[in-house]
């Protein structure tokens, strides 16, 4: 869902939903972000009044606060972006990709502690 959908939008989906809601915490294309919108617990909260479904909350989370701030009302943090970029500028050195990949990712999971 995005978060220009529309609360008759937002209920039809989730009657329908399967497995989990995505809620984009941005509107536009994808990709790392500096700042992340201010009403993302406001969204998820109100997505939960239509289902019963975990909500995770992806587009453009890359730093460990924004993981952090997302993960206190969200059940799930998408960090897609974050993880390509460490294979795109590190193409073909496997070794570096690796190391880089397990850097971001403790780095990013430094926020849930």
Known sequence: ??????????ELI????????YYLSVEGVTGERVRLA???????????????LPVAVGLGI???DQVR?????????VVGSALVNCLA???GELDLILNRLSSK?????????
């Open 1 to 10: 869902m995005a978060p220009t959908t529309p609360p008759h939008r937002v």
């Open 14 to 21: 989730s009657k329908y939903a399967t497995g989990f809601i």
């Open 38 to 52: 201010d009403n993302i617990k406001e969204a998820v909260e109100s997505i939960k009044k239509y289902t019963k």
């Open 62 to 64: 890359s730093t460990a």
């Open 69 to 77: 701030d997302v993960a206190s009302s969200a059940d799930g943090v």
């Open 89 to 91: 500028s590190n193409q």
């Open 105 to 113: 990712l403790s780095e990013l999971l430094s926020g849930l502690t």
